[in-house]
T-cell receptor
Framework: QKEVEQDPGPLSVPEGAIVSLNCTYS??????FMWYRQYSRKGPELLMYTYSSGNKEDGRFTAQVDKSSKYISLFIRDSQPSDSATYLCAMSAHNYGQNFVFGPGTRLSVLP | DTGVSQDPRHKITKRGQNVTFRCDPI?????LYWYRQTLGQGPEFLTY????????KSRLLSDRFSAERPKGSFSTLEIQRTEQGDSAMYLC?????????????FGPGTRLTVL
C-alpha cells in the first residue's frame, strides 16, 4: 500500500460543477496537508495549506482534513475550464519540505 | 519574473552521457529542494539545501547524482553516466522558513529524456 493514494482520474465535469478531489493516507503521524495544482508541463503551484483536522476556505476552494479517517478533500466550487489541471495532495508529519509525501495526482478536465 | 527558474527546460541525451541542470530560486529564499517526477506520479524528494549546506539526501539519489549550491544562491544537479531510468521531470523548489511555515514554490522543471 502506498503511503498516499489518490484516484488518478481523469475526472471530467461540466463548467460550473462542484468538484471533489480526495486523498487517503496511511501514516497517522501526518499533520500538515497541502493541495497543489499542476498544469501540463509546469511545476506544481500551492493552492491550500492546512494543519491538523478541520476546514479551510479560500475563494472557490475548500480543503477538508479528517485525521480520524486519514482522508483529505479539496472542493472546487463553480469550476472553470481554467481549473483543468492535475491536483496533487501532499502531506507531512513535520513542517519541513524534505518530509513532504506527494500523492500521484488526479487529472481534472472542466468542459465548457 | 521573480519566481523559480530552471534551465534547460528540456534535455535529450544518450545513455552514458553526463547532464547538468540549473535552478535559480526566489532571491531571498534560504531553502532549495530538488525533486524528481515521473509520468503519473507526484514529485519525489531528492535533496535539499539550507543556504549553501546540503542537509539531506534521499536514498533515491544514487552516487551518480550530485547537487551543489555554491554561495547559497543558484543550485546545480548533475547526473553522471545517465541511464534510461533517469528519464523524468526534475523539479526545483525554494522556500523561506518563516514562523515555522515551509511554503515551497516550484519552478517549471527540466524534462530529461535519456535515449
Amino acid at each position: 500500500q502506498k503511503e498516499v493514494e489518490q484516484d488518478p482520474g481523469p475526472l471530467s465535469v461540466p463548467e460550473g460543477a462542484i468538484v471533489s478531489l480526495n486523498c487517503t493516507y496511511s501514516n497517522s503521524a501526518f499533520q500538515y496537508f497541502m493541495w497543489y495544482r499542476q498544469y501540463s508541463r509546469k511545476g506544481p503551484e500551492l493552492l491550500m495549506y492546512t494543519y491538523s483536522s478541520g476546514n479551510k476556505e479560500d475563494g472557490r476552494f475548500t480543503a477538508q482534513v479528517d485525521k480520524s479517517s486519514k482522508y483529505i478533500s479539496l472542493f472546487i466550487r463553480d469550476s472553470q475550464p481554467s481549473d483543468s489541471a492535475t491536483y496533487l495532495c501532499a502531506m507531512s508529519a513535520h513542517n519541513y519540505g524534505q518530509n513532504f509525501v506527494f500523492g500521484p495526482g488526479t487529472r481534472l478536465s472542466v468542459l465548457p | 519574473d521573480t519566481g523559480v527558474s530552471q534551465d534547460p527546460r528540456h534535455k535529450i541525451t544518450k545513455r552514458g552521457q553526463n547532464v547538468t541542470f540549473r535552478c535559480d530560486p526566489i532571491s531571498e529564499h534560504n531553502r532549495l529542494y530538488w525533486y524528481r517526477q515521473t509520468l503519473g506520479q507526484g514529485p519525489e524528494f531528492l535533496t535539499y539545501f539550507q543556504n549553501e549546506a546540503q542537509l539531506e539526501k534521499s536514498r533515491l539519489l544514487s552516487d551518480r547524482f550530485s547537487a551543489e549550491r555554491p554561495k547559497g544562491s543558484f543550485s546545480t544537479l548533475e547526473i553522471q553516466r545517465t541511464e534510461q531510468g533517469d528519464s523524468a521531470m526534475y523539479l526545483c523548489a525554494s522556500s523561506l522558513i518563516l514562523g515555522g511555515t515551509d511554503t515551497q514554490y516550484f519552478g517549471p522543471g527540466t524534462r530529461l529524456t535519456v535515449l
